[in-house]
């Protein structure tokens, strides 16, 4: 593979994982957001690439560089997950509230929750991202003859 074509998939990865953050910023904003991502962190569209066996980041970057992008994936969605939670999974309806079709809301506390987790996926992103770029140095500064 072409290093331009390795360094593509990067920031094309780094594209499609932030369109799961904006879809995280629609829901805070209010928004409902069709096709949430995935809690699996390798169903994902950046884990598709990530854990793709002919994804070749790991050989070019070395052990450290590529346990530093997939820590902060697993950081990510270890918050998402509680974000997902808190808008995805609500609880039951007793009787009543289906007879009179009551819908709830989030109760505050679990709203609080799901800011303080909101947070954190900001900063795993940007975490995220600085590792990915320093990935892209890296295969920068690669011999020629690593690339076919």
């Known amino acids: 593979m072409k290093r331009e074509d390795i360094l593509q998939e ?19 904003n209010g928004y409902s957001v069709e096709n949430p991502t995935p809690k699996d962190k390798k169903k994902c569209d950046f884990g598709l690439w990530l854990y793709n066996p002919n ?3 790991k050989e070019l970057v ?3 560089m590529y346990e530093n992008v997939e820590r902060c994936h697993n950081e990510w969605h270890t918050d998402y997950h509680e ?42 992103s ?14 920068l500064a690669l011999d020629d003859s690593k690339f076919k």
């Open 126 to 139: 940007c975490k995220l991202g600085c590792h990915l770029e320093e990935c892209k140095k890296q295969i």
């Open 62 to 64: 070395g052990e450290e």
């Open 83 to 124: 974000i997902y939670e808190a808008f995805y999974s609500k609880p039951e309806q007793n009787f009543l509230e289906k007879v009179f079709r009551i819908q709830k809301g989030m109760d505050p506390v679990t709203f609080q929750m799901s800011n303080f987790y909101h947070r954190e996926v900001i900063v795993a």
């Open 55 to 57: 994804n070749k980041l």
């Open 10 to 28: 990067i920031e094309n990865a780094l594209n499609a994982h932030n369109d799961q953050v904006n879809k995280i910023e629609e829901l805070f």
